[in-house]
């Protein structure tokens, strides 16, 4: 069965530092891969979006890798700061004439002061 | 504007009730999706809208789940008789589909959800 994965612990790391999250994905050929950030309580909010045939993408402080090969993303932030702190969910979209999108469990970043 | 809203926030019911939740889209959206998230998960898809036409429903959606958007524009997700497993957060989205564009890959505008709790 698709399965999407993403480290269920939550990921710490200092200020200023770059945080690199991974998202594995198995039985599954997306068509593209979007990156969101969720806070508690909240709904998430679209950040990046990437497609089968691109490897990387950046806008401002982050960039997304997807490698179809191995059946990966990472998404990295540099320069962290606190306020980057949150849960960030990868999901995964179909090709197609409609857009199924199927989202990953997420990765709770902490970005320690 | 304009954002995705949904209504009510919050809801505290006894098992066996019946809810009913709304999503107001985004005004030029013509899709529009349902979610369900419970804690230390992801966004789990439930069903989703092409203007009035519900085009797809998770095998995961019991009996109980009903959802409609009879002019296209705002949804309703029904719960009838309630279960505690029915608790959890219920996430309305919306994106825009362009005709004859290949592959669609709009971003999904969530609203802040609704959330279910089921005494």
């Known amino acids: 069965s698709q399965k999407i994965e993403q480290n269920s612990e939550a990921l710490n790391i200092q200020e200023g530092k770059t945080a690199t999250l991974t998202c594995n994905y198995t039985?599954?050929?997306?068509?593209?891969l979007q990156w969101y950030r969720q806070d508690p309580g909240r709904g998430p909010v679209f950040l990046l979006l990437?497609?089968?045939?691109?490897k990387e993408k950046r806008k401002e402080r982050l960039k997304v890798t997807f490698d179809t090969t191995l059946k990966q993303s990472l998404f990295h932030i540099t320069a962290s700061q606190p306020a980057d702190s949150a849960t960030y969910l990868c999901?995964?979209?179909?090709?197609?004439?409609?857009?199924?999108?199927?989202f990953g469990i997420g990765t709770k970043l902490q970005v320690i002061p | 504007d304009t954002g995705v809203s949904q209504n009510p926030r919050h809801k505290i019911t006894k098992r066996g009730q019946n809810v009913t939740f709304r999503c107001d889209p985004i005004?030029?959206?013509?899709?529009l999706y349902w979610y369900r998230q419970t804690l230390g998960q992801g966004p789990e898809f439930l069903t989703y809208?092409?203007?009035?036409?519900?085009?797809?429903k998770s095998r995961l959606l019991s009996d109980r789940f009903s959802a409609e958007r009879p002019k296209g524009s705002f949804s309703t997700l029904e719960i009838q008789r309630t279960e505690q497993g029915d608790s959890a957060m219920y996430l309305c989205?919306?994106?825009?589909?362009?005709f004859g564009q290949g592959t669609n890959t709009g971003e999904l505008f969530f609203g802040e959800g609704s959330r279910l709790t089921v005494l």
């Open positions: 989205a919306s994106s825009r589909l362009i």
């Open positions: 039985n599954y050929s997306p068509a593209y």
């Open positions: 990437i497609r089968e045939n691109e």
């Open positions: 999901a995964l979209g179909s090709s197609g004439g409609y857009q199924k999108v199927t």
């Open positions: 005004s030029e959206h013509n899709r």
């Open positions: 809208f092409q203007n009035e036409a519900q085009l797809e």
